[in-house]
């Protein structure tokens, strides 16, 4: 009688083996903790609507009392100050770059920090620090602070102790999973990117025309609630709690040297995909920054809360982007091809979508969906499952504690990238035709930068085929003698 009132989920759980429990924790956790930094990281792109929008579409109700029809066409009065003036596009641009500018360089210090202190103390302050900066910005609102300098100074320490979440979450999954199933669970697992920016981008919509201090507030408390967890729960090796370790042979991970940055780069495969990640996580990252604005531009009878729904549906699609990436890298191990064939097709979708996305609502949903399949997927892909994989490299010989630095160097090159992308954004604003050639170029300079390693896939593909042609020659050589004999004796 007393199983019936177990839980299904606990039920589950005690059906499996110990090691299993603890990687369905560790998953579990890392996909919480990494879908706040992200969710705590989108209201900026959702907020610049009201920062510096189109007065004129408001009601003559809201502008007549206070203004004449004169003043109300000639100045940006319903705008935030000091994001009221005319280079409100290059401002913003500016909070973007300064905030990933700071992360992209706190990104390389941290994966080594990350391999010289205990992980869940790094990550749990990473997260609280975040969530206070996170918090800080929305609070300028409410103590009607006005000073570019200070929104400017907010994002630059927040960017600083966001760039403490991703080598601290890569290097726990590589930890805790082995190299030949990494790809289709952290293509899964990486789906926290996405769902992060869609809920971040949903609750920041809440306040967004009204009070929008709290589309910041909210998030920073989030993110600072998830670290709290985060110090109470996480297991970062399989080691600490009896398990047996996935990476290493011999050694504990208390007895192994800290990879240095270059050795890190030595390490085949990782230039390559870094440059790659510049320009392929600079177009992901201008979609992340600019994308509901440039909806509303293009469409002015959208509301703002509507312009920030529908830019969840390109979120949507980079999930299953990321899925698909990596199922094929686990059934392949031609990590180099995959991002190669979708940032193949990401440069035409990308055209597609500018050329007819706003045609109708239909084509709208759909190209943007697909978009960020083919946008996203790659990204995803390299950050994730590629980024696991190097910083494992058979050329390490088990020494696990080089997986941050790798990760870090791999997403700090690309996090240069995306701090470049919205700032040209910012900068070309006013011609989104030009903001999309200058994506479809990085998309295509993406692609071009991995090429070496698609050689080399294409030459593992076809000997592993080979291989496997010979092997099946060969049994069915061997299978068919005996029959031939039975055949004799009979």
Wanted: hydrophobic share 45%.
């Amino acid at each position: 009688m007393a199983s019936r009132n177990i839980p299904l989920g606990i039920w589950c759980l005690q059906k499996c083996s110990t090691e299993t429990r603890y990687r369905i924790l560790v998953l579990s956790l890392t996909f919480m903790a990494y879908t706040s930094y992200h969710l705590s990281r989108k209201p900026i792109s959702v907020v610049k609507e009201v920062l510096h929008q189109n007065c004129t579409l408001l009601s003559e109700d809201e502008w007549k009392p206070i203004l004449t029809p004169e003043e109300a066409n000639e100045t940006c009065w319903c705008c935030y100050k000091p994001f009221d003036q005319a280079n409100a596009k290059g401002l913003l641009g500016g909070l973007d770059t300064s905030f990933l500018f700071a992360y992209a360089i706190g990104m390389f210090f941290s994966g080594h920090v990350a391999e010289r202190m205990n992980l869940r103390y790094f990550l749990t302050g990473g997260m609280l620090l975040s969530g206070l900066f996170t918090a800080l910005f929305g609070l300028g609102y409410f103590w009607n602070i006005h000073s570019y300098a200070y929104f400017v100074i907010i994002q630059i320490f927040g960017g600083l102790m966001q760039s403490s979440g991703w080598p601290s979450v890569v290097t726990c999954i590589g930890n805790w999973f082995p190299k030949g199933r990494r790809g289709i669970i952290m293509g899964i697992w990486n789906s926290h990117t996405s769902i992060g920016n869609i809920l971040g981008s949903l609750i920041a919509a809440i306040w967004v025309d009204d009070d929008w201090g709290w589309s910041f507030i909210v998030p920073g408390i989030i993110i600072a609630g998830m670290g709290l967890i985060i110090f109470l729960f996480l297991v970062v090796y399989p080691e600490d709690v009896g398990c047996a370790p996935v990476n290493k042979k011999k050694d504990t991970h208390s007895q192994e040297e800290a990879i240095s940055l270059r050795g890190a780069l030595l390490i085949p495969g990782v230039v390559e995909f870094s440059l790659c990640l510049f320009f392929a996580k600079l177009v992901s990252y201008t979609f992340l920054y600019w994308l509901p604005l440039y909806i509303s531009q293009v469409d002015p009878d959208l509301s703002n809360k509507k312009s920030a729904d529908l830019s969840t549906l390109f979120d949507a699609g980079g999930i299953f982007g990321g899925i698909l990436a990596g199922l094929i890298v686990d059934m392949t191990s031609a990590s180099g091809l995959t991002v190669f064939v979708m940032l193949v097709f990401a440069a035409p979708m990308m055209f597609l979508y500018h050329l007819f996305g706003n045609s109708s609502s239909f084509l709208r949903i759909a190209l943007l969906i697909v978009t960020g399949f083919f946008v996203n997927g790659p990204y995803a892909l390299i950050t994730t499952a590629v980024s696991a994989d190097l910083g494992t490299h058979e050329s390490l010989k088990g020494n696990a504690k080089a997986l941050s630095t790798v990760t870090a160097i791999i997403d700090g090159t690309g996090s240069i990238g995306a701090a470049i992308g919205p700032l040209l954004a910012g900068l070309l604003g006013n011609s989104w035709s030009h903001v999309f050639t200058m994506l479809i170029v990085a998309d295509v300079l993406a692609a071009l930068l991995i090429l070496r390693q698609v050689f080399n896939d294409i030459i593992k593909l076809r000997l592993r085929y080979r291989a496997e042609y010979r092997s099946l020659n060969s049994d069915t050589e061997n299978g068919s003698k005996p029959l031939l004999q039975n055949s004799a004796d009979e």
